[in-house]
């Protein structure tokens, strides 16, 4: 996967006039000589509690925090525990 800054590539392909079948072919082009960015994808989970009612485990990998401890980021994974993938969309509006 290649991240890339839709913002930028947008505002290029606003900036073309695509009138032929053939001048789309170029937004292919555009968008694979788009540079990528340099960031790193954040899974988002969330800590859920086991059917016992007492141990929490993380929605991702599903293991437990050391100590029973709810942290802001799964000590395993590193998964970003605020509610799951439903809200990566939000945040990055
Ligand atoms: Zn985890």
Redesign the pocket.
């Known amino acids: 996967m290649r991240l890339i800054d839709a913002d930028k590539l947008i505002d290029e392909i606003n900036d073309e006039e695509f009138d032929t079948h053939e001048d789309y072919n170029k937004i292919f082009d555009m968008v694979d000589d788009a540079p990528t960015v340099d960031a790193e994808l954040v899974e988002h989970?969330e800590w859920l509690i086991c059917s016992d009612g007492y141990y929490p485990y993380?929605s991702?990998?599903k293991?437990e925090p050391q100590g029973r401890v709810m942290t802001d980021y799964?000590p395993?994974?590193?998964?970003k525990m605020d509610g799951g993938d439903e809200n990566a969309e939000k945040e990055s509006n």
């Open positions: 989970g993380c991702k990998c293991n799964c395993n994974c590193g998964a």
